[in-house]
């Protein structure tokens, strides 16, 4: 059974760092390109970052580019993204996915229950 | 605003069929596939049709998926009060000054 478990989230003050964790099992994490989207409360989704099975492809939504950075360790099974540089506009339900293949453009199959990131002063 | 259109509410009777639509570009739609994600209230979203019109095991016959050029629909026939969540499309975009993903806005389904 596929399990992504995040972890990372909470409250942090507006030009603040955070880093977000994804815990992968039940698959052969390697095989598989990785996504975070998030969900701002009340709105709908929002793709931020994906990474492909080897981080050879790396893409951003523009609204975090150059702010968050996403990689990977296929040796620990596990989803990280740094954000940098928080606003308030970044507070949002933040989900770890798995894509149906190995490239970024493989649409995504299952969905981690989400860790809440709240950018406030 | 999303870059894929999709109305924001729909409804039906028990038994009925719905249709809901998402429309986009030809960066988007018009040269990838569609996938349809379903989210009951509270709950991550789960994948219900990917590349157009296919079901991953587990999801009912009840939805079904099409496309054609830039615009895309999930239909719901059948419909049961189970079916009352939030439905968003979304394609890969391959615009020249991006690669990305994007999702539609979200169409919240009410079961009358």
């Known amino acids: 059974e596929v399990q992504l478990v995040e972890s990372g989230g909470g409250l942090v003050q507006p030009g603040r760092s955070l880093r977000l964790s994804c815990a992968a099992s039940g698959f052969t994490f390697d095989d598989y390109a990785m996504h975070w989207v998030r969900q701002a409360p009340g709105k709908g989704l929002e793709w931020v970052s994906g990474?492909?099975?080897?981080?050879?492809?790396?893409g951003y939504a523009d609204s975090v580019k150059g702010r968050f950075t996403i990689s990977r360790d296929n040796a620990k099974n596990s989803l990280y993204l740094q954000m940098n540089s928080l606003r308030a506009e970044d507070t949002a339900l933040y989900y770890c996915?798995?894509?149906?293949?190995?490239?970024?453009?493989?649409?995504?199959?299952?969905w981690g229950q989400g860790t809440l990131v709240t950018v406030s002063s | 605003q999303s870059v894929l259109t999709q109305p924001p509410s729909a409804s039906g009777t028990p038994g009925q069929r719905v249709t809901i639509s998402c429309s986009g570009s030809s960066s988007n739609i018009g040269s990838n596939t569609v996938n349809w994600y379903q989210q009951l209230p509270g709950t991550a979203p789960k994948l219900l049709i990917y590349?157009?019109?296919q079901r991953p095991s587990g999801v009912p016959d009840r939805f079904s998926g099409s496309k054609s050029g830039t615009s895309a629909s999930l239909a719901i026939s059948g419909l049961q009060s189970e079916d009352e969540a939030d439905y968003y499309c979304a394609a890969w975009d391959d615009s020249l000054n991006a690669l990305n993903w994007v999702f539609g806005g979200g169409t919240k389904l009410t079961v009358l």
């Open positions: 996915a798995k894509a149906r293949t190995l490239q970024l453009w493989s649409n995504i199959d299952y």
């Open positions: 990474i492909s099975w080897n981080s050879g492809s790396i």
């Open positions: 590349s157009n019109n």
